[in-house]
């Protein structure tokens, strides 16, 4: 089994920047993609940010230049740094891992989400 721990999210003014951190931890014999996606009320879960194995990214047009994400694999971890924030990025967001277990498999897990809020 795996489990995924996310934190720092939380009530940020416009123009505000905020880290939030996505721990994976269990059976893993290798973790091929984490990301971030987000969910706001009435609308549909959206890719935010993601980061492959191969250590390529690929961001939402609505966050290119503002929002970064990393990942350290030594810890299973992954980041993402939102700056500039913006009312539009209120939201649940939600940490994904995609990952290959030792019997081979592979399997995508989600965290149980952190509600950043921008609002002045």
């Known amino acids: 089994q795996v489990q995924l721990v996310e934190s720092g999210g939380g009530l940020v003014q416009p123009g505000g920047s905020l880290r939030l951190s996505c721990a994976a931890s269990g059976s893993i014999f290798r973790i091929n993609v984490m990301g971030w996606y987000r969910q706001a009320p009435g609308k549909q879960r959206e890719l935010v940010a993601a980061d492959t194995s191969g250590g390529s990214t690929n961001y939402a047009d609505s966050v290119k230049g503002r929002f970064t994400i990393s990942r350290d694999n030594a810890k299973n971890t992954v980041y993402l740094q939102m700056n500039s924030l913006e009312p539009e990025d209120t939201a649940v967001y939600y940490c994904?891992?995609?990952?290959?277990?030792?019997?081979?498999?592979?399997?995508?897990?989600w965290g149980q989400g952190t509600q950043v809020t921008v609002s002045s």
């Open positions: 994904n891992v995609d990952l290959t277990g030792w019997d081979g498999y592979e399997y995508d897990y």
